[in-house]
């Protein structure tokens, strides 16, 4: 029995799983290569932890404002709002009535956000 149009058989992915085997034998085959034939020259110098350039002074686990964490946080929240608001503004006719006073309780909710915010002195710095 011949496969019809909308049948898949097996072999189909046969290109793809050939093309995935070679594409990972090429990275392993690179890897051990260029670990075998590389120079391997270690110090002190070498060793030691950089960041940009500059010697690291100090404990990295220093501890961190939480305000830092939710000024990010917010900074996303309300970054994302504009994705919803962009595509309103552009299709605003089309709404009509109905969307504006969607966007009017979706707009008011932001703000009652921000305002919590706001009165919870979040984004006041010390």
Not at 15 to 23: E, K, R
Not at 57 to 70: E, N, Q
Not at 109 to 119: E, H, M, P, S
């Amino acid at each position: 029995m011949e496969p019809t149009v909308d049948q898949y058989v097996p072999s189909d992915y046969l290109p793809i799983l050939i093309q995935f085997a070679a594409a990972l034998g090429f990275v392993i085959f690179a890897l051990t290569l260029t670990h075998m034939l590389g120079p391997k020259r270690d110090s002190e110098v070498k060793g030691k932890a950089w960041e940009s350039g500059i010697e690291s002074v100090g404990d990295a686990r220093t501890p961190i404002s939480y305000k830092y964490f939710m000024t990010a946080i917010l900074f996303v929240l309300f970054d994302v709002e504009i994705i919803f608001l962009y595509p309103w503004a552009v299709n605003f006719r089309s709404f009509g009535m109905e969307g504006f006073l969607q966007m009017l309780v979706f707009m008011g909710l932001l703000l009652a956000g921000f305002f919590y915010v706001i009165k919870k002195g979040i984004l006041k710095w010390e």
